[in-house]
């Protein structure tokens, strides 16, 4: 076969090598036409400007032809290099002023008789005289709606790159909308597991990063450390100085937190000021106190935000992988305890998960939507805790405390349910029926006859 193949005519090499074009050609104009709709789409989504480079990375050096060269020379050229899919054409000045379609030219070139017809003619009279020229320096979306502007004719064809209107080099089509696709997947990415604001991790991507730090630790015997960390009445910074000053709170406690932090560690941003941290190959216990502690010296520092000094304070809670718990949810719980533990202590502080922490879980939102009914079923009550002059033993006044009678838990205190109706938004109206119902009881009192008491009332 190997001879046979050695010993055939010019002629039938000839058809063979244009039956391989003729088949490439194909391919490309079925790219070509499954692939428009992908580039429209690629822009509905533009990339920031950092991420548009130039076309500098796609040009090719590939040797042009003079226009009066004539058209065997580029025929030669095609059939040398089966991958070009255009040649670019110059002047004597290096200037492009044309370019040969390698299908159309071809093509015309398989025809009988077509080399002694046109073989002895100039390039410059088969040329595209409209080739797509663009300077080294134009980044590569804007040539792209170039491209989607002029119906996708330069996808195949490819443009010309020029330097101070000289001829550089030649850029594919198919080079450009394989560079846009990669750079738009990553943007996708970015989207999808970053967050927009602070740049940091997000939901998703930080469940993954626990995961697979736990799943390492397992192998390794090592230890996750978890902290959870929520910013004290940020709610407050929104609310009185704006969301683009919370936003910009936001960022600076990120780069924080992120200082605070190894490069093997992953700081994630949850939701609203809520952020996470993990910790790789713990040491011991004391060394994720060590990082609470300086990542709340940090958060201490004065925040230097249009043109004012700000304070804001963090609560902190932590679990250890495998110490508190083995599964990754569980371990969440955990550390979302103790933070809220550190909140009941007074906030700007840290608490390690111990046993017995009362945990968000399903009991805990079963709570939260009892508290909804509440009120409306009559089930608070103040009880009066008296304030009692020393000298003369006399009650002068009383502090009013909230009371909880649960349906199905008994008598609650306001450590049970306080955080929750303060994140709900309930404290709104359960703070205004303590307040009616305190003076309410005074001026039960008074009719009774038990004279003027001062009564004191959280609000």
Request: charged share 25%; hydrophobic share 40%; aromatic share 8%.
């Amino acid at each position: 076969m190997k001879n046979a193949t050695a010993n055939k005519s010019p002629k039938i090499k000839s058809r063979l090598a244009e039956s391989k074009i003729s088949k490439m050609l194909t391919e490309v104009e079925a790219f070509k036409s499954n692939n428009i709709m992908d580039m429209e789409q690629a822009f509905a989504y533009p990339l920031a400007e950092q991420d548009n480079p130039t076309i500098v990375g796609l040009i090719k050096e590939t040797p042009p032809i003079i226009e009066k060269d004539k058209c065997l020379h580029a025929l030669k050229f095609f059939q040398k290099n089966p991958s070009l899919f255009a040649i670019p054409v110059v002047n004597k000045k290096n200037k492009p002023t044309g370019i040969i379609e390698r299908n159309s030219f071809v093509e015309m070139f398989v025809q009988p008789y077509a080399k002694e017809l046109f073989g002895k003619k100039s390039i410059a009279e088969f040329m595209n005289k409209s080739p797509l020229i663009v300077d080294k320096t134009t980044a590569i979306d804007d040539v792209a709606r170039i491209i989607i502007d002029a119906g996708m004719q330069h996808m195949v064809n490819g443009f010309i790159a020029t330097e101070n209107g000289r001829y550089l080099g030649i850029a594919n089509g198919l080079d450009l909308l394989n560079e846009i696709t990669v750079r738009k997947q990553n943007h996708l990415f970015q989207l999808a597991h970053f967050d927009q604001l602070t740049k940091l991790p997000n939901r998703t991507l930080f469940l993954d990063r626990l995961s697979v730090a736990i799943t390492q630790a397992e192998r390794n015997k090592k230890k996750v450390g978890l902290i959870f960390i929520d910013l004290d009445n940020f709610k407050h910074f929104n609310d009185s100085l704006g969301h683009s000053v919370g936003d910009s709170i936001l960022v600076e406690a990120a780069n924080r937190l992120s200082s605070c932090a190894r490069d093997c560690d992953t700081v994630a941003r949850l939701s609203g000021d809520e952020f996470t941290i993990i910790l790789s190959d713990v040491a011991s216990d004391e060394a994720i106190a060590t990082t609470c502690t300086r990542i709340l010296e940090s958060l201490n520092q004065p925040l230097h935000i249009m043109d004012r000094e700000m304070f804001i304070t963090a609560s902190l809670g932590f679990a250890i992988y495998p110490n508190d718990d083995v599964d990754i949810a569980n371990l969440l719980v955990k550390a979302d305890a103790a933070m809220y533990d550190a909140k009941r202590c007074g906030r700007n502080t840290f608490r390690q998960y111990v046993p017995g922490m009362s945990l968000y879980s399903i009991d805990h939102m079963a709570l939260e939507t009892d508290l909804r009914v509440a009120l409306d079923n009559k089930e608070f009550e103040l009880f009066y805790q008296p304030q009692i002059q020393l000298d003369t033993g006399v009650v002068v006044g009383n502090e009013a405390l909230i009371r909880w009678h649960h349906p199905k838990r008994g008598l609650l205190t306001p450590v049970h349910f306080i955080e929750i109706i303060e994140k709900t938004g309930l404290i709104v109206p359960i703070g205004a029926w303590v307040l009616a119902e305190a003076c309410r009881q005074q001026v039960k009192w008074r009719n009774q006859g038990l004279g003027s008491l001062c009564i004191s009332v959280n609000i």
